[in-house]
């Protein structure tokens, strides 16, 4: 299954959060976060202005972004998770 975002919306790969902490210590499953970085796997052609056209996105494929911890629709693509968020809802892209 492919999945296009539409508009503004981007197809989100989260980044793995390390297992280790910087002493060697494992971490067990229960203590980790949602990681809020992640890999544009595919991006929408843009907003819809209020005149009809398009703007096009900032963020586009391949990029790095920051986003919030609790932004997006949470789907399963090909059984792996990935992520379908807003522009608005990336914090920044790193570079």
Known sequence: MNVRPLF?????????????SRGG?????STK???????VLAAGSGRVRDDG????????????VVFGKYVGTEIKVNGEDRLILKEDDVLGIVE
């Open 8 to 20: 503004d919306r981007l197809l989100v790969k989260r980044t793995e959060e390390p297992t280790r």
């Open 25 to 29: 210590i494992f971490l067990p499953e």
């Open 33 to 39: 976060e949602k990681p809020v970085e992640g890999i």
């Open 53 to 64: 056209s398009i703007a096009s996105l900032t963020v586009k494929e391949g990029d790095r």
